[in-house]
């Protein structure tokens, strides 16, 4: 049987849940509730029931978990109110901005026996799923350092991500993303250190832009970069591994593999430039090195609510859990300390 789910906050992304739920094979949309009357109105539009506030939403017996889409400042106080109206929880990311405020969350789903968890949706990124893929199959060896950036060129948008009592700027935003996906290929490595520099070009009271290294006890280190004025994008995923080189341009290409045959090469032909020559940077030949482009993995995103909905029955763990979302938020606690104190902060 399907779930009964209402969303509240019918935004950018409180709809986008509507639209998934309603094209979901295991969940049902039951109604949406937001503060402003404009969104509610559009709800209705759409055939979507609105509840009057969100204590009526909480209310209402037949829903069994409720979606938290608003500003990040508000995750908490909602979250809470709905584990203790009896409801599952899904939150949207960054569930909330300090590791505190998180438990105090874990503590209402524990009391009240409800589930509890995030919306880390970009786990279903066929970029990010190549790269996983790659790391588990070993075929280019242990897994050295792994490059993940994200580029664009307009900005913050102008709305509550400008603001920081609301949670605003990159970190928050993208880096979270991208800091889970990494500490999913990464789970079992103990980290020793965060350093994050940010940036603000464009003049917000946020960053819009974050550089931020994970170094672990094994001498490996993970690397999030976020760029919201980068006019040419650098790659979105470089990785070294012991026996190669993978390499994805942007989201929408496959993975590219560099495997190394052979360490020695003889005969290394010197390339010349316009200063010198250099056997040392020099590319290697084709008996040495192998190329080749990695299928994209298949990736549902509605897995998302499948998974949810057989965590609600017992039948699977859920995917996206409590000590996890904690460990994202350990990063971030320390990536915002390093950057004002401008210095590594050590575990
Ligand atoms: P948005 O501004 O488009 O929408 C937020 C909505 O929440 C607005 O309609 C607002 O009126 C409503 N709202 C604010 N406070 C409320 C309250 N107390 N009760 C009910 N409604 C309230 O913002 P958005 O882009 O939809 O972002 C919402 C959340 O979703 C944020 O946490 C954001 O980080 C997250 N998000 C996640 C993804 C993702 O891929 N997982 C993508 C975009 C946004």
């Given amino acids: ?40 109105q ?11 506030s969100a204590q009526e939403l909480l209310a209402d017996e037949q829903v069994e978990a409720v979606v938290v889409a608003t500003p990040n400042d508000s995750h908490k106080q909602l979250v809470i109110d709905a584990l203790n109206a009896g409801k599952n929880v899904i939150c949207e990311k960054p569930v909330e901005m300090s590791v505190e405020a998180f438990d105090s969350m874990c503590e209402a789903a524990k009391a009240n026996h409800k589930l509890f968890t995030v919306h880390q949706n970009r786990r279903w990124d066929v970029d990010y799923l190549a ?3 790659i790391v588990e199959s070993k075929e280019i060896g242990d897994v050295i350092r792994i490059e993940s950036r994200i580029h664009g060129s307009r900005g913050i948008p102008s709305d509550w991500r400008c603001t920081k009592a609301q949670g605003g700027g990159m970190l928050l935003d993208w880096g979270v993303h991208l800091i889970d996906q990494l500490l999913q290929i990464f789970a079992e490595e103990e980290i020793t250190g965060v350093h994050c520099d940010m940036t603000n070009i464009t003049g ?13 006890a094994s001498g490996k280190t993970a690397y999030v970069e976020v760029g919201t004025y980068n006019f040419l994008a650098m790659p979105r995923f470089y990785m070294q591994c012991s026996q190669g080189t993978a390499l994805i341009s942007d989201w929408t290409k496959k993975a590219h593999v560099a495997r190394l045959k052979a360490w020695n090469e003889k005969d290394v032909l010197p390339v010349q430039t316009a200063a010198g020559i250099t056997k040392t940077m020099a590319p290697r030949d084709e008996l040495t090195l192998d190329e080749y482009d990695v299928e994209r993995p298949a990736s549902d995103v509605h897995d998302f609510y499948r998974n949810f909905c057989a965590a609600l029955d017992g039948k699977e763990e859920p995917k996206i859990t409590q000590p996890q979302v904690r460990r994202v938020l ?6 915002f300390k390093s950057a004002q104190e401008r210095q590594t902060i050590w575990f």
């Fill in 330 to 335: 350990q990063v971030m606690e320390a990536g």
């Fill in 204 to 216: 917000t009271e946020v960053d819009d832009g974050i550089r931020l290294t994970i170094y672990f």
């Fill in 131 to 133: 790269i996983k893929q």
């Fill in 42 to 52: 559009a709800a209705a539009e759409n055939g979507i029931h609105v509840y009057g």
């Fill in 1 to 40: 049987m399907k779930k009964n789910i209402a969303v509240i906050g019918y935004g950018g992304q409180g709809a986008w849940h509507c639209k998934q739920i309603l094209n979901s094979d295991v969940a049902r949309l039951v109604g949406i509730y937001d503060i402003k009357e404009a969104r509610c």
